[in-house]
């Protein structure tokens, strides 16, 4: 049995595994607030938790987040099972269901989010690997949305498509 968009479901368990992995090893080894300069004033790894979205926005009312990862989650799935992606297409769109699910699983089971990635260089807020997903997925939906088109307006295959 072929899998559908197997690209898709290789983004989508691997950047949930790291994701869920690495905040583990950061809840069981680092203290909340804790900071380890890897390249001091550049980049350090810092446990801080996140109620709301990104840059903490929606922090003071970020309950319903839960069911938007949810349902984000459950959305991207549905794609992922019923449509036929191209490659670029089931890169970007599984990375974006494990930062979605990453970030979801925390908001279910703590109620916020644990960040520990802190590039202190350029003041970026604290942030984690589901993030990383989220923004590698976007990169690559955009590269799938300026790839070369046919004349039905469908991205040009290549033979490895």
């Not at 069911?67 to 984000?72: E, I, M, R, T, Y």
């Not at 807020?125 to 997925?137: H, K, L």
Request: charged share 15%.
């Amino acid at each position: 049995m072929r899998v559908k968009n197997p690209f898709f479901w290789a983004a989508a368990i691997v950047g949930l595994i790291v994701d869920q992995v690495t905040k583990l090893l950061v809840l069981n080894t680092f203290e909340l607030g804790q900071t380890i300069p890897l390249i001091q004033g550049v980049f350090h790894l810092t446990f801080v938790t996140n109620k709301g979205a990104a840059f903490s926005l929606f922090s003071e009312s970020g309950e319903w987040l839960r069911w938007l990862s949810l349902a984000v989650s459950l959305g991207l799935i549905a794609l992922g099972w019923f449509s036929r992606l191209t490659r670029w297409e089931q890169w970007g769109y599984g990375f974006i269901l494990a930062g979605a699910a990453g970030n979801g699983i925390d908001r279910f089971l703590r109620g916020e989010v644990v960040d520990f990635f802190d590039f202190r260089l350029i003041q970026f807020p604290v942030f984690n690997v589901a993030d990383v997903c989220i923004n590698i997925g976007i990169v690559c939906l955009l590269i799938a949305a300026f790839r070369p088109q046919n004349g039905n307006g469908q991205p040009k295959r290549s033979p490895r498509d």
